[in-house]
């Protein structure tokens, strides 16, 4: 029985990762005619198609599609591999594909990540920064961080800390329009929803005796990244609610003040999401236990 065509399988991976022959060929310093016949050669052991090719592009089969997952896992197997086999962390080389939420990466990642790439200077960084859910496999992610209540699903995730969300206000519109006591006296204020979240339209509330409301807050402004709320919210335009790492530097300062204060809303953690595979590149668990050790 002949062996597994290793190189063509890492090929196909990388090709449909890039979406064109020509950029595997400058990624992984190789001619493109070798990308081609390697392709070539792999759907003729698997006796279909795995591309399908113009002059200008080429795209996934069908069969394609079927069998990326199992290109993707000898890919990462093998660079796992190869990374165990170097003996210090000065040797740890290569690109990470890192996905994060936009408002916490700038304000939080950034500055960890710069002591990474201190420590790592072998390691680059791709940082892809989106409020949007990404698609940790289908789009070649490494790792990814986000901020929810996640589902149960085959990614691997670690779960770094809880966020605490605030209701929030500025001192001069409560003055001007009062405070809400209860959560269903939210309908009648101007209020800012966070779009990026599966409903909404509907704020899911919880009373310290455990008493679950539903509210359909009245919207002002709605948006899917939290930090454009935070100078509308100030001015006293309406009432929100986010997360600690966006909010509370105005709390503490006064320019914001957190209201319905024996009510929690929807609780939320900080999570490290990667790809179903326990083997990754040694590089890309040096960033996560990076990120664990600074984000904690």
């Given at each position: 029985m002949a062996l597994p065509d290793y190189e063509a399988w890492a090929i196909f991976a990388a090709a449909a990762r890039l979406g064109s022959f020509t950029a595997v060929s400058h990624e992984l310093a190789i001619s493109k005619p070798t990308v081609s016949k390697a392709i070539t050669r792999l759907e003729e052991s698997l006796g279909t198609v795995l591309f399908h090719r113009t002059s200008r592009k080429i795209s996934l089969s069908t069969a394609g599609r079927a069998l990326l997952p199992y290109a993707r896992t000898i890919a990462m197997d093998g660079e796992a591999?190869?990374?165990?086999?170097?003996?210090?962390?000065?040797?740890?080389?290569?690109?990470?594909?890192?996905?994060?939420?936009?408002?916490?990466?700038?304000?939080?990642?950034a500055p960890i990540l710069a002591d990474f790439m201190c420590a790592y200077p072998e390691i680059t960084v791709d940082v892809q920064l989106s409020d949007a859910r990404v698609d940790l496999i289908d789009e070649?992610?490494?790792?990814?961080?986000?901020?929810?209540?996640?589902?149960?699903?085959?990614?691997?995730?670690?779960?770094?800390?809880?966020?605490?969300?605030?209701?929030?206000?500025?001192?001069?519109?409560?003055?001007?329009?009062?405070?809400?006591?209860?959560?269903?006296?939210?309908?009648?204020?101007?209020?800012?929803?966070?779009?990026?979240?599966?409903?909404?339209?509907?704020?899911?509330?919880?009373?310290?005796?455990?008493?679950?409301?539903?509210?359909?807050?009245?919207?002002?402004?709605?948006?899917?990244?939290?930090?454009?709320?935070?100078?509308?919210?100030?001015a006293g335009r309406g009432i929100g609610f986010l997360p600690d790492f966006l909010c509370q530097d105005a709390i503490d300062s006064g320019a914001l003040?957190?209201?319905?204060?024996?009510?929690?809303?929807?609780?939320?953690?900080?999570?490290?999401?990667?790809?179903p595979s326990p083997h990754?590149?040694?590089?890309?668990?040096?960033?996560?236990n990076f990120l664990k050790q600074h984000l904690r």
């Amino acid at each position: 029985m002949a062996l597994p065509d290793y190189e063509a399988w890492a090929i196909f991976a990388a090709a449909a990762r890039l979406g064109s022959f020509t950029a595997v060929s400058h990624e992984l310093a190789i001619s493109k005619p070798t990308v081609s016949k390697a392709i070539t050669r792999l759907e003729e052991s698997l006796g279909t198609v795995l591309f399908h090719r113009t002059s200008r592009k080429i795209s996934l089969s069908t069969a394609g599609r079927a069998l990326l997952p199992y290109a993707r896992t000898i890919a990462m197997d093998g660079e796992a591999a190869m990374e165990a086999a170097r003996n210090t962390v000065h040797l740890l080389r290569g690109q990470i594909r890192l996905a994060a939420p936009l408002s916490f990466g700038l304000s939080h990642l950034a500055p960890i990540l710069a002591d990474f790439m201190c420590a790592y200077p072998e390691i680059t960084v791709d940082v892809q920064l989106s409020d949007a859910r990404v698609d940790l496999i289908d789009e070649g992610f490494d790792l990814a961080v986000r901020i929810a209540e996640l589902p149960d699903s085959s990614l691997r995730v670690v779960r770094l800390r809880s966020m605490k969300t605030y209701c929030i206000a500025s001192p001069d519109y409560l003055k001007r329009r009062g405070t809400p006591a209860r959560p269903e006296e939210l309908t009648g204020h101007d209020c800012f929803l966070y779009s990026n979240v599966a409903t909404p339209e509907l704020w899911h509330i919880t009373a310290r005796n455990g008493e679950k409301i539903s509210v359909r807050p009245k919207c002002r402004f709605q948006s899917n990244n939290g930090d454009i709320m935070l100078p509308a919210l100030i001015a006293g335009r309406g009432i929100g609610f986010l997360p600690d790492f966006l909010c509370q530097d105005a709390i503490d300062s006064g320019a914001l003040k957190a209201i319905l204060a024996d009510w929690a809303f929807s609780e939320i953690s900080l999570n490290l999401v990667m790809p179903p595979s326990p083997h990754r590149p040694a590089r890309v668990n040096a960033l996560i236990n990076f990120l664990k050790q600074h984000l904690r």
